[in-house]
Every structure is written in structure tokens, then in C-alpha cells.
């Protein structure tokens, strides 16, 4: 068997090494120890808080359009109506909350952790009316469940989840949330945290229904551990699984 490494040449394997398994493994299953362990479980959040324009990852980077949106709006276009209930984890400025205003949803809302990017967002994007919701995942996520508050879809766009520290079970969360999808264009074997995240959304009562590695159907090529893939999962009727088995 063979692939390419990240500069496009031939190599003899076209399969990750074991100590990224064992991360996978570590991550997906020993969140509680994570906890206790990590001084550095907040990191990411603090980074992408105090982000401001021009900065590396400021909220001007993510005000233009990006290859990934098009994807999710196709796969939200066909599972729900206009007037299902959505929510973008990680909306950033909410760039692509305001592509899906133009297609006619009414009923969208984002969580991003940085005020500016939501200030700009609201300022020049025009989407006052959409419910922007400021805080981290940890934060807001369990209010949301508290409040039990759901959406028809959920969606994640890019490198948002997998810098989630897995001391905090965002999978869990999720599907806490989410009645119907959870849609996400997902880096599964780089970034912070790897996981197995078919594994996990399984047992919290959702199957993979669709799975595209990359998430646009091209060739596989240059880094493969920055390989995005596209990950559609629907939540599982309890009942009629009991029928069945």
C-alpha cells in the first residue's frame, strides 16, 4: 500500500502511526483523568477569546467566504426546513449564519466565545435578529441543557471541537441538544484532541449517515493529518430500536 506524505511524494504506508491511536484512545476515553492532569485545559478557549483583528485567528479571517460553507449549507438544505431551529458551534463573526439568513432560515442561532467577532458580526453582517449567544462551549452548553433547549440541527465548522480539552464531554452535550443532526466538517486525526467520533456520538444515540474523507470528495493529498472530513450523524429513535432488538 502507499500514499503521499505532506509534500505530495509517494511513501510505502497510507496509515497513521500507533501514538496517534493511543491519543485517540486517551481522549475518547479517560476525559476524567484528562481533567485532573491538564494544567493547560483552558488554553485554547483563553486564546480564541481575546483574538482581535489581525490578530492570527481574529475575527477578520473568518469574515469572507470559506470552501467548507457551501458543504454545510447543501447538508442542512437537505435535512431541515426554513424553520427548523439550528445552531453553529463556533460562529465566529457568523459569516455562515448569515449565507443560511439569505437561504430563507429564520430560526438560527451561534456560540462563539470571542466579543468582537460576534460585535462585528452583528455590525456588519446585519444579523441582529439571529440569537448570537457569547461564552465557551463549557459555559453555554450545560445552561443549554439546564434550560433544555434543543435544535433540529447542529452544526461545527473546521477546527472548533477538536480543541475542545476532552475533560469536558462536548460530544455528550451535543447530543443533549440536537432532536434531529448534528452536520460536521471535522480534522479527525489532527489538531489538540483527536478522538473517535463515530464512537462517541454512538453512544450518546446517534449513527454516522454519511461520511466524506475529504469532506469534498477530492484526492487526498499534502498533510494528511490536515485532512477535513464531512460527518452528518442522526440521532436514533430509542423506541424503535427496542422493536427491532
Not at 509517494?10 to 484528562?34: A, G, Q, S, V
Not at 443560511?100 to 462585528?120: R, V
Not at 461545527?156 to 466538517?185: N, R
Request: net charge positive.
Amino acid at each position: 500500500m502507499v500514499g503521499e506524505n505532506r509534500n505530495g511524494l509517494m511513501m510505502e504506508r497510507n496509515y497513521f502511526p500507533i501514538f496517534i491511536y493511543i491519543k485517540k484512545i486517551f481522549n475518547t476515553l479517560f476525559p476524567k483523568i484528562l481533567f485532573g492532569l491538564s494544567p493547560n485545559r483552558y488554553w485554547a478557549q483563553q486564546h480564541w477569546k481575546f483574538q482581535g483583528k489581525e490578530d492570527i485567528h481574529g475575527f477578520d479571517k473568518y469574515s469572507e467566504g470559506s470552501e467548507f460553507f457551501p458543504v454545510i449549507i447543501h447538508e442542512i438544505q437537505i435535512r431541515v426546513k426554513n424553520h427548523n431551529s439550528i445552531l453553529d458551534l463556533g460562529c465566529n463573526c457568523g459569516y455562515c449564519l448569515n449565507e443560511l439568513k439569505k437561504e430563507g432560515y429564520t430560526n438560527i442561532s451561534g456560540i462563539d466565545i470571542s466579543p468582537e467577532a460576534i460585535a462585528f458580526g452583528r455590525e456588519n453582517f446585519n444579523i441582529t435578529d439571529v440569537s448570537l449567544i457569547l461564552g465557551s462551549f463549557e459555559e453555554i452548553l450545560p445552561k443549554l441543557v439546564r434550560q433544555k433547549k434543543q435544535f433540529d440541527l447542529v452544526y461545527s465548522v473546521g477546527a472548533t471541537l477538536e480543541l475542545v480539552h476532552p475533560s469536558f464531554d462536548i460530544i455528550q452535550h451535543i447530543a443533549k441538544i440536537s432532536k434531529g443532526y448534528v452536520v460536521l466538517i471535522i480534522f479527525e486525526w489532527g489538531h489538540s484532541y483527536p478522538r473517535f467520533w463515530e464512537y462517541e456520538f454512538n453512544r450518546n444515540g446517534f449513527i454516522l449517515v454519511k461520511c466524506i474523507r475529504p469532506f469534498d470528495g477530492s484526492t487526498i493529498r499534502g498533510d494528511i493529518y490536515s485532512i477535513p472530513s464531512l460527518m452528518v450523524f442522526k440521532k436514533i429513535d430509542k423506541e424503535l430500536v427496542k422493536k427491532i432488538y
